[in-house]
């Protein structure tokens, strides 16, 4: 019994300091929104995983990969691009996934995002265990920030900065949201139950999972993007889709007897010259509107930070230093 003791506590002790190991190898690479799209080797992509939303382009990895990464960017002309390394890179992503780092602060958004690219991650071949083991944890601590921290904060996330808007203008009746995906799904679960809901977007059965799921009426696409017909009960359009192309053309917004249209997507879909005092407001409007952060607010936002120091400190500087073995033996996917 006592050399199975010693045995279990000896393989604890490795798995400690290889942990340990593996976050002083961490590296996270912000490209930024205005980067532009480089593409990585192959061989080199398949090293790291990389989240792109509207706000920034993030790649992460461990041992050289990252490194590699960087100088491939370099001898590109890409300079200048942030990356943070070891406790710095775990403390930043924490910092991404709770919205500290965006643009409207606390916004809960890019935990989604997060997650959603951490799971086609891993169901890719080149998915790395180890890269995952951190990833995972990065989830479960941004979580905990959110819920203790950050959770009245909800209310300024697109979704909530939406359902202000429309209370502003007093709108009453059916709501139009234009999308299927994740923000669409936010945007429908905070209206629910103050406006009927309609929804609309490309791909039919996502459409119809959609309206399913969160009570509505599925409206068929494409919607008449120039007259605006079959759109006279609709009292305000939520658009959460970007796009390269323009949809929404200035005759549509002539022909549409709405209140309010916000766009939310990135690019722009939308094409008219109103502004927030004909009801039309875009993203930046909002983002505008969500910085307006009150002294609570940013009691709040500080004590979270707090918390990400004390959960990052715990995570890194909590794993032994020492390593008793070859970073190649952890390399495995």
Known sequence: MTLLHNNRSRLGQYEKQAEGRMYETLTAINLGPSTPATELP??????????????????????????????????????????????????????????????????SEVAGQFKKAYDDYKSSPAFNAVCGNILEKLMKDGKEIKTKHLQSIGQYSYAGLAK????????????????????????????????????????PEKLATLAKDCGG???????????????????????????????????????????????????????????????VY??????????????????????AHEAIEQLTQKRVLGSFAAFPFGWEELQFA
């Open 42 to 107: 192959a061989h080199l992509k398949a090293q790291l995983f990389e989240m792109s939303t509207c706000q920034r382009r993030l790649l992460v990895g461990l041992g050289v990969w990252p490194g590699e990464a960087l100088a491939y960017f370099n001898d590109n002309g890409m300079h200048g691009l942030s990356a943070y390394h070891g406790i710095e890179a775990y403390r930043y992503l924490l910092e991404v996934i709770t919205g500290l780092k965006s643009r409207l602060l606390g916004e």
């Open 164 to 203: 202000r808007v429309l209370q502003n203008h007093n709108v009453q009746g059916q709501v139009l949201i234009v999308g299927t995906g994740q923000l669409a799904y936010d945007t429908a679960k905070l209206l629910g139950k103050n406006w009927g809901l309609n929804f609309t977007g490309r791909n």
């Open 282 to 303: 875009r993203l930046s409007d909002l983002l505008n509107l969500g910085q307006r952060f009150d002294e609570a607010k940013l009691v709040q936002v500080q004590k």
């Open 217 to 279: 009426s599925a409206v068929a696409w494409p919607l008449d993007f120039k007259q605006a017909t079959g759109l006279e009960h609709i009292a305000a359009i939520i658009n959460t889709v970007g796009a390269d192309e323009i949809l929404f053309v200035p005759s549509f917004f002539e022909n549409w007897s709405g209140n309010v249209f916000i766009d939310l997507g990135k690019p722009s879909i939308i094409k008219t010259s109103l502004g927030t005092e004909e009801g």
